[in-house]
T-cell receptor, first 114, second 112 residues
């Protein structure tokens, strides 16, 4: 069971730098989600892909954030010109088709912006 | 924004006792799910209840759903130290079955 894989696990960057995170979903899952979680809070939805199409994007996602899923396999989330407020855990999840299939989460990438 | 809110925010019990967590949400849903998160890890799916179901069981877990009150509860029976984690409810809204919206979570501590 390969599960959902996220890299890196931890990222420390200086304010103003760009960062990119990678997510490898479960191979047969065509739906992929990015969430952000801050300490003591639940995950907040950022964006959603069905295959390679980005179908929904939260208003939380400013112009500095961009996500891609080329070829409908792995996905990347890039944050440009990072700010201290971007410090959080970034979680990726995938699921199969159907309204009742659960999300399978990776262990996240913890971003610290200094 | 958070769709649901869990209550209590934190719960501390002794091993062997039952733990009950509640979740309230705001709009009509397609289904409600419960997830567990150990510190520093991703979330793990526990159980899903559809909007036309009222109660569901899985092992030591029992979930109820009251759509008229827009609330759900998760009962963990005979708790173990390994149940120590944060528990989140998540809702899939009617008409938008693509994404889940999570609540704020209940932090459960089970002591020996």
């Amino acid at each position: 069971d390969t599960g959902v894989s996220q890299n890196p696990r931890h990222k420390i960057t200086k304010r103003g730098q760009n960062v990119t995170f990678r997510c490898d979903p479960i191979s047969e899952h065509n739906r992929l989600y990015w969430y952000r979680q801050t300490l003591g809070q639940g995950p907040e939805f950022l964006t959603y892909f069905q295959n390679e199409a980005q179908l929904e994007k939260s208003r939380l996602l400013s112009d500095r954030f961009s996500a891609e899923r080329p070829k409908g396999s792995f996905s990347t989330l890039e944050i440009q010109r990072t700010e201290q407020g971007d410090s959080a855990m970034y979680l990726c999840a995938s699921r199969s088709d159907g309204p009742y299939s659960p999300l399978h989460f990776g262990n996240g990438t913890r971003l610290t912006v200094t | 924004s958070q769709q649901g809110e869990e209550d209590p925010q934190a719960l501390s019990i002794q091993e062997g006792e039952n733990a009950t967590m509640n979740c309230s949400y705001k709009t009509s849903i397609n289904n409600l799910q419960w997830y567990r998160q150990n510190s520093g890890r991703g979330l793990v799916h526990l159980i899903l209840i559809r909007s036309n179901e009222r109660e569901k069981h899985s092992g030591r877990l029992r979930v109820t759903l009251d759509t008229s009150k827009k609330s759900s509860s998760l009962l963990i029976t005979a708790s173990r130290a390994a149940d120590t984690a944060s528990y989140f409810c998540a809702t899939s809204l009617t008409g938008t079955a693509s994404k889940l919206t999570f609540g704020t979570g209940t932090r459960l501590q089970v002591t020996l």
